[in-house]
């Protein structure tokens, strides 16, 4: 039995979250034994299997961190959700839109069946490999560091801080990734990619070895849950509009061919990386005002032990956990 599984009263203040959070945490964190890190980017097998870490962060400023907060990890597939976002505010949504789809796939991530039955011809969705690196090649610049300035800057508004890439996991997965060579030169020859393959590959690559922690999953998310406004300064960083597609394909597409289980069983917007790194997002809610952040929040979690689907197994089931008690689901 969980400690603390009862309805949660926020009056009694937030000393009292956090010792809920403590005990979930410290229950799902010995169920990391059930997963296995990934190892097809050789070097992210070097990931402590039991470690298991969260940050929620309020609109009101409110923090819970809990478990391993410390710990840097690439971002991975998280970071398909800001290069799609980067490209709406270059190319507009409906550019985008027109060259990358927004449906689910129901297939694995680096699955190249479904580009060739898809109609009509395009990438199912920005959260898939094709789709992605799609949209690497729709990044305007003529380099991957170009290409990638405008995320980098994006971030830097978001987090305070200019994020850094992991070189060791960037050249691992550069000098492995025999798939995304594979997806690129099909996308090349249907005529999905308007930059050099090489470049948008290397774009591709760089921005999954992004180095982040959970704190930093947690203020994008929050930022997204805001509609794309800074909450300490008020600045719109993302597009009401495109902040709002991006969440949705997270909620339809951001876990793998496991997200229509996230969405029943947790209900909120994430989006999942093989290195372990889970980000969801939680709108304000319209319900009892004494739910625990109710006007919305961030929540960062990193647990390298994956399932069978390729999510953190202990992050996917603190995470539901939290929904329930706390009653997170936008449904
Ligand atoms: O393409 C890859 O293999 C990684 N850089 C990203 C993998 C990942 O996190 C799964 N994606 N949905």
């Given at each position: 039995m969980v400690q603390g599984s009862v309805n949660l009263n926020i009056e009694r203040g937030k000393e009292w979250l956090q010792d809920y959070v403590d005990n979930w945490v410290n229950f799902y964190q010995k169920q990391t034994d059930e997963g296995k890190v990934a190892?097809?980017?050789?070097?992210?097998?070097?990931?402590?299997?039991n470690t298991l870490g969260i940050s929620i962060i309020g609109k009101n400023g409110t923090i819970i961190r809990s478990g391993d907060t410390d710990s840097e990890f690439s971002i991975q597939s998280i970071s398909k959700v800001l290069s799609f976002i980067v490209a709406c505010m270059e190319r507009g949504l409906t550019y985008v839109l027109q060259r990358v789809d927004v449906e689910p796939t129901g297939e694995s991530f680096n699955s190249i069946m479904h580009l060739e039955i898809n109609q009509p011809k395009k990438p199912f969705n920005p959260l898939v490999n094709s789709g992605a690196i799609t949209i690497s090649s729709l990044l305007k610049g003529k380099t991957s560091d170009q290409k990638l300035e405008p995320l980098y800057q994006l971030l830097e508004k978001i987090l305070g801080h200019r994020p850094e890439i992991d070189v060791d996991v960037y050249v691992s997965e550069r000098d492995t990734s025999m798939r995304n060579r594979a997806i690129g030169y099909y996308l090349l020859e249907e005529g999905y990619l308007e930059s050099d393959l090489s470049i948008t590959l290397e774009t591709y690559f760089k921005h999954c070895s992004l180095n982040v922690t959970v704190d930093d999953l947690a203020m994008i998310g929050l930022v997204l849950s805001n509609?794309?406004?800074?909450?300490?300064?008020?600045?719109?960083?993302?597009p009401k509009q495109i902040a709002r597609v991006a969440k949705s394909l997270m909620l339809t597409c951001g876990m793998y061919d496991a997200s229509g289980k996230f969405a029943s069983y947790v209900g909120i917007p994430a989006k999942s990386g093989v290195s372990g790194g889970i980000l969801a997002v939680v709108p304000p809610r319209v319900r009892e005002q004494d739910l625990p952040f109710i006007e919305g929040c961030g929540i960062g979690v990193f647990g390298p032990a994956l399932d069978k689907q390729g999510n953190s197994i202990a992050g996917i089931k603190l995470l539901r956990h939290i929904a329930n008690q706390w009653d997170l689901s936008l449904f």
């Open positions: 190892n097809y980017i050789p070097r992210l097998e070097h990931a402590d299997p509609d794309g406004i800074h909450p300490n300064t008020d600045e719109t960083l993302i």
